[in-house]
């Protein structure tokens, strides 16, 4: 322990230990930061999770760093004790974790797969783009917004033949396919 004391030029054991975590939590960080700016991302979800939280690597490299350089900042800075200065910085340091824990959180609830849920067509309107036939003898396909893209999907109707051009209501889905009646506007403003 003497020789890490006198590395880094402090006087007690545990500030050696600070600066040891420090300097190395860091720079795991800064060398995983520049893999992810050229594209190779390491950040892995660790086996374990905080109420339902998933903990990554960033997260525990966080509560390191940030723990660390805070008992460097108050051991150096501060007439604190040693106890108290490792309660402050393991303060600092589950802080920092849970923050990262919720950001990363966050991201994760950024990402969007792009699949279309037809489902969400259910109670729309949609424009007809190749005639339906009527009575459910034939498919025909209907022009529709769902979950901000403009999609077509094919759709039957119980009803008579509607024609291309038509307004649709979308009241339910059956085999990936859109049942539709036609839409009457006038019926929902009186």
Do not use: C, H
């Not at 150096?76 to 923050?99: D, K, M, P, R, Y």
């Amino acid at each position: 322990m003497e020789v890490l004391q006198a590395f880094f030029g402090v006087s007690t054991p545990l500030e050696a230990i600070f600066w040891v975590v420090a300097v190395g939590s860091s720079s795991l960080l800064g060398i995983k930061t520049i893999l992810a700016l050229i594209g190779l991302d390491l950040d892995v979800d660790l086996d374990f999770d905080i109420a339902g939280d998933d903990v990554s690597l960033s997260a525990v490299l966080t509560f390191l760093g940030l723990g660390s350089w805070s008992g460097v900042l108050l051991s150096n800075q501060t007439e604190l004790g040693e106890g108290s200065v490792l309660i402050a910085s393991i303060f600092s340091g589950i802080v920092g974790f849970v923050t990262m824990v919720l950001l990363v959180k966050r991201m994760k609830g950024l990402e969007d797969s792009g699949n279309v849920e037809i489902d969400n067509a259910i109670g729309k309107t949609a424009d007809v783009y190749l005639g339906i036939p009527a009575g459910r003898e034939g498919e025909g396909q209907v022009q529709i917004l769902v979950q901000g893209r403009l999609m077509i999907y094919e759709a039957l109707t119980e009803g008579k033949k509607i024609e291309t051009g038509e307004k649709v209501l979308v009241y339910d889905v059956e085999g990936g396919k859109l049942l539709v009646e036609k839409y009457d506007n006038k019926a929902l403003t009186t």
